[in-house]
């Protein structure tokens, strides 16, 4: 028989959506590529390609994807960026307007008495824009504008020289414009290295790619979804995208967001980039324009892209997904460390007062607002809430000011805030005011906090973690009589440990088990690297572990390791089951007592189970 072929990779349906997009309006001939920048017009106009770039950094392309050629108009909206870092918003506004103009983009329109700029869109106020830009540790305008925009496609972006040439040596009508501007004293010095730094970065050449990149980092609170990088300042992202909405598509600016609905820059070169805030970057690319100066097919493929995909900003399948993921108590999910009876008993029954919220996606103030919403109200109940952000995505400041604000007023009431897992966002909160004994790494240090305040609380001086327990108080021997005690005293050897220290290793074979005398161990999952692992358990003095080698021999399943100087005493498995003949009675009150210990925990991690699955 003939061995099957292998099966072809098979296409991702948004590939077979993009490439039939491709299809639908490849062969659309409509429009003119630009010619009154001479090297513009070598533009091939079956050029056609487009780009989907997602917040986590996947790029999907169709077409011309790869074909180089000069940003031009769509520079602007990230110039702008920059300048505002440069600058400020105020002494922006001051400078530039941020009104639709109606005029064409290279019109010589200035506001009339100031001379401003309608908007940094248009030629005027982008070479305002480019004037703002400062010169910084011995970079030039050009080059910082440069190394931006490369941050924000992700690779060093170079300039076209030939277009660059072809624009200084034709562009008379930008001149006269930066004359104006300087006139106007909207620029403090004369215009002509600003122009040459504008053409310049109109000349700096991409890909449909890069377009749908730099799109995504402004989609992406200015962080480049590939390589990570802070590209642009978070601050300036609702200015740069404001202007886009409104001013981004020359005359067609109206119609684009009535139709298209995403902030969206186009430019003479053929490039449309286009953003759907928090969620992804478009790129596309095709030479020939339509009247208003955009591209024919980059028009017709993005209005489809909108549609087909639901991807308008207005659009109420918008919403985010509720912040509150999982809610649960301490009487449901414990912390890793063991307890002796009484404290476990204690947090049985007060458990409830000490309550974990998971919060997912992005926080923002609508999704935050029912969080808040049912702290307040379960407050009477409880001493501890403990946020878990594992899960978050992004946080805005005005909902991490909330977080603040309400650790605040319930700490008036006595009731204490805790959060975990808050990584990135935790030098914000700490900027915001939030108190930074409440900030915790992980979850379960948090929780064990949070129990171990409790149990003081409750048990008052009784509180305390023995250091040592005397052989004969240890769980493992509750309920044995006198004799089958001291038979198991001489069968068992004692041990020590230094911090640090591995007393178990996972995979090795499970020949014994021990009793702790005096200090407490970890218990660690194995990690990929030969690495301790995720911590799953921490016994103290008195407790016993390993006992599961004795009911199954199998070989063991994760590190034991000691967190301080350690004693234990040792049950051999060949001395365990020589108990047979001379102590059955012995090896029956062991055999219950480790049942007993294990279908605790079997019913511990029941709880949590159930806790995690929402119920
Ligand atoms: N460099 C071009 C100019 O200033 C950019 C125009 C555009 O893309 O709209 O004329």
Same mark, same amino acid.
């Given at each position: ?51 989907? =770039? ?12 790869? $074909? ?36 064409? &983009? ?11 700029? &309608? ?12 004037? +703002? ?20 496609? !992700? ?41 040459? =730094? ?22 992406? +609170? ?20 404001? #202007? ?25 070169? !053929? ?13 596309? &690319? ?54 002796? $009876?009484? $404290?476990? +008993? ?60 309400? $650790? ?24 915001? !005011? ?29 509180? #305390? ?79 016993? &572990? ?31 089951? =020589? ?20 279908? =605790? ?7 949590? #189970? ?6």
């Amino acid at each position: 028989m003939q061995p099957s072929p292998p099966a072809a990779e098979a296409r991702s349906p948004i590939e077979t959506y993009l490439a039939a997009l491709h299809d639908r309006h490849a062969g659309h001939a409509g429009g003119q590529v630009a010619n009154y920048i001479p090297e513009l017009a070598k533009a091939n106009p079956a050029w056609f390609g487009i780009c989907i =770039a997602t917040r986590d950094g996947h790029v999907y392309e169709v077409g011309d994807s790869r $074909q180089p050629f000069t940003m031009q108009s769509i520079s602007k909206a990230l110039v702008y960026g920059l300048a505002l870092e440069d600058r400020g918003e105020a002494a922006m506004l001051e400078r530039i307007g941020v009104e639709p103009s109606g005029d064409a &983009f290279n019109a010589i329109s200035l506001k009339a008495g100031t001379g401003a700029p &309608f908007n940094p869109m248009i030629n005027a106020g982008a070479i305002a824009a480019c004037g +703002q830009v400062m010169r910084r540790s011995g970079r030039s305008r050009i080059q910082r504008i440069q190394a931006y925009l490369s941050a924000c496609a !992700g690779r060093e972006l170079d300039i076209d020289v030939d277009v660059y040439r072809s624009e200084s040596q034709t562009g008379h009508r930008n001149r006269a414009i930066g004359w104006m501007l300087r006139n106007f004293g909207v620029i403090d010095e004369e215009p002509t290295e600003i122009l040459e =730094a504008y053409f310049q970065q109109c000349a700096i050449r991409v890909t449909c790619r890069d377009l749908a990149v730099m799109g995504a980092t402004l989609a992406n +609170q200015g962080v480049n979804p590939i390589t990570r990088q802070q590209a642009i300042a978070p601050d300036g992202i609702d200015n740069i995208l404001s #202007v886009m909405s409104t001013c981004g598509m020359y005359d067609f600016s109206g119609e684009w967001i009535y139709r298209v609905g995403l902030p969206a820059k186009s430019g003479v070169g !053929g490039g449309i980039m286009a953003v759907l805030p928090g969620q992804l970057g478009i790129g596309v &690319f095709s030479p020939p324009l339509d009247g208003q100066g955009n591209s024919a097919r980059g028009i017709r493929a993005c209005t489809d892209l909108s549609n087909d995909l639901a991807l308008h900003v207005f659009n109420n399948g918008n919403a985010p997904l509720p912040a509150l993921r999982l809610k649960y108590d301490n009487t449901q999910v414990r912390s890793r460390r063991r307890r002796p $009876q009484e $404290q476990r +008993q204690a947090l049985g029954r007060e458990g409830g007062r000490v309550r974990v919220l998971e919060l997912q996606g992005d926080l923002v103030f609508s999704t935050v607002e029912p969080v808040v919403r049912g702290v307040n109200e379960q407050a009477r109940e409880c001493q501890f809430f403990l946020l878990n952000l594992r899960s978050v995505i992004s946080a805005d400041d005005a909902s991490l000011r909330l977080v603040v604000e309400l $650790q605040r007023s319930l700490a008036a009431r006595g009731v204490r805030l805790l959060v975990c897992h808050a990584r990135a966002l935790e030098t914000r909160l700490r900027r915001l !005011g939030a108190d930074v004994e409440t900030l915790y790494p992980d979850d379960d240090t948090a929780l064990e906090a949070c129990e171990d305040l409790l149990l003081a609380n409750v048990l008052g001086s009784r509180f #305390v973690t023995a250091k040592e327990v005397p052989f004969a108080r240890c769980d493992l021997l509750d309920g044995l009589g006198a004799a089958d005690l001291s038979s198991l005293d001489a069968a068992m050897a004692e041990r020590h440990y230094a911090t640090g220290e591995r007393i178990i290793c996972a995979g090795e074979p499970g020949d014994a088990l021990f009793v702790l005398l005096s200090g407490s161990v970890e218990v660690r999952l194995p990690g990929p690297t030969g690495k301790p692992g995720p911590r799953i358990e921490v016994f103290a003095a008195g407790m016993t &572990f390993g006992e599961m080698a004795l009911v199954d021999g199998a070989p063991r399943s994760a590190d034991v390791i000691a967190l301080e100087p350690v004693s234990c005493r040792v049950l051999e498995i060949r001395a365990f089951e =020589a108990f047979d003949e001379r102590y059955p009675r012995l090896k029956i009150g062991l055999l219950q007592q480790i049942t007993r210990q294990l279908s =605790a925990s079997l019913r511990r991690r029941n709880a949590e #189970v159930q806790a995690f699955k929402g119920r």
